[in-house]
């Protein structure tokens, strides 16, 4: 009967059920006994009537509920709640009475989540911005870069679309549903009086029918325009035109020819790059394209829907095939068309693949701190929650169930990560416009902000961490049973000292690992700022002009002007000498071409380097002439056809040695050009990269009416280097007022900018893991000052029975030891896996670098350690006396 | 207010009581007409306590609960008392009523 009785009992909804369903059976069993005094039959009875009245009762408590699980301290306040809202309301406040008595344990554990959170949601705004936004373009997905590959050709590994694929593929291409090329250079910008060199893109005109975007004022150009138009960005509209509507039709100077402009972009359109201001359309016809192996160009394709980068690059290469045929060309344009294939990836890998590993590393090592902040954070819970041991079984005792403690506990840290929250949205405030003007050039960095996503981030993470590091404790502590009242004790300790020794190892082991990266990068920064690049930065600035005289119209007329100016140059005061070069190193690459010496075979010929140099370059920049000699000024002003060649390319075209004398073909050229120095190599842009074979041609070019150096960089020694760029614009602008000076920067500079990448994250991580080093130790020293203080009595006891001061130290400073030890080993292991996600961002450091590791867990062990010393110390001087009477 | 929740009202505020002992004290005080089974009986006291009329406390004499057998003692609190009073006074006005129209009924006859 009992047992039917109960099984009624489920009828009622379990709160009511756990709080009187016990009673219940008790009192329906009384009646029961009481019944059965009057005979079997009335027993039945009452139990049938006891039976409907619980199942009546149950149903009714379904449809029409009156009781409602109190609150955990209701039980003695008297039960006013009427949800569980209310009952969490209670707790809450209840957790910030409890909270604001303990200021200490409130502050340092916000602080910590806080440095930690903020970290995060920084560098989360600025991945955002950066990689998880989709391009602004409609249906990005289906958006590609295209390039060619040749393997076994002497073309760089990936190098851009012919013009005549740009008419071919449009045409023939079914996964391709438009296709656009495009470029990136300086012109000159010309609007009345203000005159600037800018960075524009010459695109095919569709170029914006491909990305998808539409114009904010005006219209896009269309085939019909040729290369009459002009497309401004929203930022040349709002700085040059001040927003005025009126600019639609109004025809400018641009890159030399007058252009109408037709359209301005919205602020999001930004392509190629970040920088580019306008955009001068140009109509490719397939009357105006020769088959000929060119330089090749960077290409966007807008996929058909469903179609795959991997079909694209299939069909485009199977297209190619008929380039000969239809265009025409040379046997050894034949030849490579035949080798070459088509590469198709994302638009969005492409644009922002190189900026996702630095990102990717910083966030990972953001989210490694979170994690070693959460450990502490948990550690300092733990303390307190046995701190609070009694109280737990108190409550318990009285009736509070294990749930309302755990939620009781909860909500204490939901306060302070709820702190800790709102404080990182200031400090991810703060650190990101730091973070901004520390950062290399990154496409989209702009756009990042602290915004919407960011705190909802930030909200979430708050969240996670404060269940992390605060459910374990509470669920802990909300366990001790009502026995552990007896023993006065202030809570057992040896049992759950494994779990505080486990999360100390975690942190010495993650922060290592973060350490053991930081260390990795500041080895690769050293080597980086080591490398020789061939010429010297220091005391050098350099600069571009772009004249637009009318008697400058050939090569010799162009190198006069360079050579006046420049003698006007070097008689500035401190200039020392006085250089010309048209791709200054670190600021730009040069262009390839075919170069074929006197031995080699008529078609044959191998690819290097090529730039134009005059004056004192090679003394001014500090290159060695290792043969031969530089050029001189007749070299300058008529063509005499006589080059010089870097080592390297003197080693590439003559492997047999003594280059000086010899001679050489450039491109498709059939004259003779003869090599007259030998001079260091050197490194042009990036300092990872071997120095490439370079030759250098004269100034004036190959013949006169072949080549103008119509905008070349001047290199300037002198130790004004900082301070002169104002003598020379005034310079500039009496010389050649339409030409405004550009690309002004110092050498110095542009060797930072060079490294800036590495830099930016040798930098980042080296803070973020001095964060996670100085949470590590702080969370080390909190457990063992937690450890010294509980063992008083015994360490009290030890010292009272004749144990030395100095016995009682390495006991202390031991287990401190062992822990860190611990750490150190799972760090190594965990840095063995993880450090090869630094890839590419390294530099003459293998990523299992031996003495990095060896380095770092010395200077780990040596501040855990240090970190154990102080509780230990304190331990030492314990009084026996007052120890044994804090009990 | 209904009946039964005043008679529960009613047990306790002789003092503390436990369940089993509600039930037989609203028995006594109702002659008999309230006997409630288990399942009402205990709505009714949840019903109390949620609305602050009752409330659980230790048991009026100090004597501990016998091991084994669990026992709850409720108990009025303040309002419950103010609110039975209320009750009662009002059940006292509507009986006089009653009394009166009954007694003019009798003499009329």
Redesign the interface.
């Known amino acids: 009967m009992t047992r039917i009785l109960a099984c009624c009992l489920w009828l009622f909804p379990a709160a009511?059920r756990r709080?009187?369903g016990?009673?219940?059976?008790?009192?329906?069993r009384?009646?029961g006994r009481r019944a059965r005094r009057r005979g079997r039959a009335a027993a039945a009875w009452c139990g049938v009537?006891?039976a409907i009245?619980?199942?009546?009762?149950?149903l009714?408590?379904r449809w029409r509920p009156?009781?409602?699980e109190p609150a955990v301290f209701s039980?003695s306040e008297?039960?006013?709640m009427r949800d569980t809202l209310e009952q969490w309301g209670r707790d809450f406040r209840h957790a910030a009475r409890s909270l604001r008595r303990s200021p200490g344990f409130a502050a340092v554990t916000v602080i910590t989540l806080a440095l930690a959170i903020g970290a995060n949601a920084a560098i989360f705004s600025v991945v955002d911005a950066v990689l998880i936004r989709p391009l602004p373009y409609g249906h990005a997905d289906r958006l590609l870069f295209l390039t060619a590959t040749a393997p076994e050709s002497d073309l760089p590994r990936e190098f851009g679309l012919f013009d005549e694929g740009f008419v071919h593929y449009r045409e023939r291409s079914r996964l391709v549903e438009d296709l656009a090329f495009y470029n990136a250079y300086t012109g000159t910008l010309r609007v009345g009086d203000r005159v600037e060199r800018v960075r524009m893109s010459s695109p095919t005109y569709t170029l914006f029918s491909t990305l998808g975007a539409t114009p904010l004022l005006g219209r896009l150009p269309v085939a019909e325009d040729e290369s009459r138009v002009a497309v401004i960005s929203h930022t040349l509209w709002q700085t040059w035109f001040a927003g005025d509507p009126g600019v639609i039709g109004r025809t400018y100077q641009m890159d030399g020819d007058p252009r109408t402009i037709i359209g301005v972009m919205g602020p999001q359109f930004r392509f190629p790059t970040d920088r580019t201001l306008l955009w001068l359309p140009d109509a490719l016809r397939a009357a105006d394209v020769r088959a000929e192996v060119g330089v090749g160009i960077p290409a966007v394709a807008r996929m058909a829907a469903g179609a795959a980068p991997d079909d694209v690059a299939r069909e485009l290469t199977g297209l190619s095939r008929d380039l000969p045929d239809r265009f025409g060309g040379s046997a050894p344009y034949a030849r490579l068309i035949d080798r070459m294939k088509i590469v198709a990836r994302p638009l969005a890998d492409e644009m922002l693949g190189s900026s996702a590993r630095p990102l990717g590393v910083l966030f990972g090592a953001a989210a490694i701190v979170l994690v070693i902040a959460c450990a502490n954070v948990a550690n300092l819970l733990i303390v307190r929650g046995e701190g609070r041991h009694r109280e737990m079984a108190v409550r318990q005792a009285i009736g509070a169930r294990r749930g309302q403690l755990v939620r009781a506990q909860l909500t204490e840290v939901l306060w302070l990560a709820a702190g800790a929250a709102v404080a990182a949205m200031g400090l991810a405030r703060l650190a990101l416009p730091l973070f901004l003007r520390l950062a290399p050039e990154v496409p989209r960095l702009e756009d990042a902000r602290v915004g919407a996503w960011t705190l909802l981030f930030t909200a979430a993470l708050a969240l996670v961490s404060a269940l992390a590091c605060g459910l374990p404790p509470a669920l802990r502590s909300a366990g001790p049973s009502v026995t552990s009242l007896r023993d006065g004790s202030r809570g057992s300790t040896g049992r759950r000292r494994w779990v505080r020794d486990l999360l100390v190892a975690a942190q010495t082991a993650l922060a290592l690992v973060l350490l053991i990266g930081a260390g990795l990068l500041l080895r690769s920064h050293a080597r980086l700022s080591h490398v020789e690049p061939g010429y010297s930065t220091r005391d050098l600035f350099t600069f571009q002009i772009a004249p637009e005289q009318a008697w400058l119209k050939d090569g010799p007329s162009f190198a006069r002007f360079s050579l006046d100016f420049m003698d006007r140059l070097r008689a500035l005061p401190g200039v020392e000498s006085v250089g010309l070069i048209e791709n200054v190193p670190l600021d730009e690459g040069t262009a390839s071409v075919r170069i074929r010496t006197e031995e080699m075979p008529l078609d044959g010929g191998v690819r290097v380097g090529i730039t134009y140099a005059g004056a004192d370059y090679y003394r001014t920049m500090g290159i060695r002439v290792l043969a031969g000699r530089p050029f001189t000024r007749e070299d300058a002003v008529s063509a005499l056809g006589n080059v010089v060649v870097s080592r390297s390319a003197a080693k590439r075209l003559w492997p047999d040695g003594n280059a000086v004398g010899r001679k050489l073909q450039v491109g498709r050229l059939k004259t003779w050009e003869t090599v007259v120095g030998v001079v260091e190599d050197v490194i042009q842009i990036d300092f990872r990269q071997p120095a490439q074979a370079l030759v250098y041609l004269p100034m004036t070019g190959q013949s006169p009416d072949q080549w103008a150096l119509t905008s070349p960089a001047y290199v300037v020694k002198t130790a004004r280097a900082e301070t002169i760029a104002p003598d020379i614009r005034s310079l500039v602008r009496e010389v050649a007022p339409e030409a405004p000076m550009y690309r002004a920067y110092t050498m110095s500079f542009l060797a930072a900018r060079s490294m800036r990448d590495l830099s930016f994250t040798t930098l980042t991580l080296s803070m973020v893991s001095l964060l996670a080093l100085i949470l590590g130790v702080v969370g080390l020293y909190g457990a063992l000052s937690y450890v010294v203080a509980e063992r008083t009595r015994e360490i009290g006891v030890r010292m009272a029975l004749g144990a030395r001061p100095e016995r009682v130290r390495r006991m202390i400073v031991v287990q401190g030891g062992q822990v860190v030890l611990a750490g150190i080993a799972a760090g190594l292991i965990a840095a063995f896996f993880s450090t090869r996600a630094l890839g590419r961002l390294l530099f003459g450091v293998e990523s299992l670098d031996v003495t990095t590791f060896a380095a770092t867990s010395a200077a780990m062990l040596l501040t855990g350690l240090l970190a154990s010393y102080l509780p230990a110390r304190r331990a030492s001087s314990v009084d026996p006396i007052v120890s044994l009477r804090s009990e | 207010m209904s009946t039964l929740e005043y008679h529960v009202l009613l047990a306790l505020s002789s003092g503390p009581l436990h369940?089993?002992a509600v039930?037989d004290a609203v028995a006594a005080d109702s002659g008999g007409s309230q006997t409630p089974?288990?399942?009402?009986?205990?709505?009714?006291?949840?019903?109390l306590?949620?609305a602050?009329l009752v409330?659980?406390t230790e048991p009026a004499d100090g004597r501990p609960p016998h091991p084994g057998l669990?026992r709850?003692y409720y108990a009025l609190?303040v309002a419950g008392r103010r609110a039975l009073a209320d009750e009662a006074e009002r059940l006292k006005a509507t009986a006089a009523i009653a009394a009166k129209r009954l007694g003019a009924l009798r003499t009329r006859s």
């Open positions: 009511f709080r009187f016990r009673e219940l059976l008790v009192q329906a009384r009646d009537m006891s009245d619980l199942l009546r009762a149950g009714l408590e009156t009781w409602h039980s008297g039960p006013r | 369940g089993y039930k089974r288990a399942g009402t009986l205990y709505r009714v006291v949840a019903r306590i949620t602050g409330r659980e669990e709850r609190t």
